[in-house]
Structure formats: structure tokens, C-alpha cells
């Protein structure tokens, strides 16, 4: 049985996430496209690149050495940047049966990212025993001042994804919010030169596809958590911060590195993106740029100077496959923030599945 090369695959996630996520205005019908999707052919050379890699198998023995390999320094975490996937992680039904067991596989709950998350939650909170879990979604965006969310015993759900099945507005994740974390996490920013505050459960951030506007942790942390940590998670609090609607590469890596001594208090940084995120114009199929592009970052996270890297990262984002990828700019953002935040170590590569990559900064 053949199985889907890596461009193959960046493109079907693509598709899935035009499909549920994208405005109705532009949403299109692209089941007809899906049902007639042929895998390109799989190969695999024997000194096997994280490029010939879109074999499960092959995929976790890669990212299980990589999370085996992190060296526990609970006195500083790293900070990473995961690929936070789509609520397609957590529920399949509905879903498998309307986009035939082929696709399904690969980005349903029993897909490559949903299997990595399961192991990538677990590891961290092996490795680091962290106090705490600050984390920036993709998913929310204010102009020139971080929110930083305050909620308290729990921390309510935003789901803002739209025209979904039931079930997945009953979706579960249960975790609580702290005080003092987003106290501290708004004054650093302060100390920073960055504007910041508090926003509360009273205060909406977003819109619901559930039919309200309302606060809460959106579908970029909680789906990925849900994974990661199980349906309840309460034994340490979980902050959301905004990230910046000026979409700024290098204001975004400002923005990570102003909390980046969060990681010597016992805190985990987690920044949610894609590396790959096109909502429209999907019929033309993948192409050599969006291979091309996805090559460029995986070289320049692991740049070995740190001046290079960081210039090397920024330039991506000029990159001519970069609009193939991001006709705009926030899931790319995450990355920046991660970056920052993991100033002044080493970078690693710790899972590469198409569009959803995962890198660990400042080990």
C-alpha cells in the first residue's frame, strides 16, 4: 500500500482546516477535491532525513529519541513551539466517514500530531515538573498590548470554530487559572517597555461558534491540552497570553524574550502555530515553494549562531514560498515568541510532521 509523501500530506491538512475553519464566506465545497487526492508515492532512503519521514512508525521513532534526548533542567525549561492542529484531534467520527479513512488516519486522533501530543505532554511535565503554564495561541490577537488572562478556579473554553457537529461544542478540558502567575506574567511585560493587563471572565476575547461572544482558553490551546493532558488538569495553573496583531516577526520575538525568565521560575512556555496555514486557493494542490519553505525552516531553527538564526528565522517570512503557506501571517507568528522566549540556548527540532512542526528554543 502506497503511502502519502510529505507535500502530500502539508496539503490534505491544509484542505481540512479550509474546510472547518475558514469564514462561510469563503469556505468552499471541497469534498469532491479529497475524494479524487492521490497520494504521491512514498519512498524512504536508507539515511533517512526528517524530509523522507511521513511514516507514522518512522515519525514517532524520530520524535520519541528527540523528547528522550531533552536534558531535564527543571532550573531553566525550554521554551517550544508546537503545531497546535484543529479540533479534527479529538473527535473522528463524523469526520472519518466525510473524508474517507485515507486522510483520516493521518489527521484525526489517530494521526501523527495527535500521537505526538499524547507523548509530548507527558515528557514535558516529566522533564521540567513545571509550577505553571503560560501559552500563546495563534488564535488570539490584540493590537499593541497583551492580555494575559485571569480566571481564576477554572478557566472557561472558547470555541470559536463554526459549523461543526455537536458533539464537538460539548468538548471537555478542565484546568485553572492563577492569579499570581498572570500578575507576574503582566509584570514583565511592564519591566519590558510592553503594555499589559489583566482580562477577567467577565471581559469577552473572542467570538463563539457556539453562538456568544465570551472569554476563555481557545480551540489553539485547549484541543492540543485536551491531548496532552487529559480531559481534567488541575494540578497546575494554565495562563493565556495574546499574541500581537501587527504580526511583526521581530515584535513577536520581543515579546516572547520579555517572559523569557518565566523559564527559571519553573515555567513552561508553550507557543501554539502551524508552519503551514493556507484557508484558500486550494485546488492548485501543493507545489515545490511550500516544500521549499517548509526545508527553509527547518534549517533556520537550527542555525548554530544566534544572531544568524534569528535573522535567518525573520527572513523567513520573505521567503518566496512563505504566502504559498500563510496568505497571512498569525500561525506563523508563534514561533517568533517561542524563539524569544529561548533566547540564548540551543534549538532542536523535536518533531517534524507536516505543517505542524515542533521546536524546543533555549535548551
Partial sequence: MRRPSKLSLLFILS???????????????????????KFLRFSMSTSMTPRDRTDLKDLQT??????????????????????????LLVSGAAASSRFGPDVWKWYGPEGPLATFLKDFGPALL?????????????HWETDNERLVTDYGDENPLLMDYY???????????KSKGDSALSKRVVELYQEAGQKARLTPKSEARGDDGRGYPGPGLDHGVFIPFKIMFGEEYTEIPIVQVSID????????????????????EGILVLSGGLTFHNLRAMAAGPTPLATEFDDAILASVVVADESERKQA??????????????????????????????????PKVIADIAGCETVAFGL
Fill in 62 to 87: 524520530f520524535w520519541r529519541k528527540a523528547l528522550d534526548d531533552l536534558p531535564a533542567t527543571p532550573e531553566k525549561i525550554p521554551a517550544f513551539f508546537f503545531g497546535h492542529g484543529s479540533p
Fill in 126 to 138: 516529566k522533564k521540567y515538573q513545571p509550577k505553571g503554564i503560560v501559552v500563546f495561541s495563534a
Fill in 313 to 346: 528565522m525573520i527572513n523567513l517570512t520573505k521567503h518566496a514560498g512563505f504566502r504559498a503557506c500563510h496568505p497571512r501571517e498569525e500561525h506563523f507568528m508563534p514561533i517568533y515568541v517561542a524563539a524569544g522566549a529561548g533566547e540564548g540556548g540551543e
Fill in 245 to 264: 496583531s501587527g504580526l511583526s516577526p521581530g515584535a513577536h520575538w520581543a515579546l516572547g524574550k520579555a517572559v523569557a525568565k518565566l523559564r527559571e
Fill in 15 to 37: 484542505i481540512i482546516s479550509a474546510f472547518y475553519l475558514a469564514p462561510s464566506t469563503l469556505r468552499v465545497n471541497i469534498l469532491p477535491l479529497l475524494s479524487k487526492l
Fill in 163 to 173: 459549523n461543526f457537529s455537536p458533539d464537538y461544542y460539548q468538548l471537555k478540558f
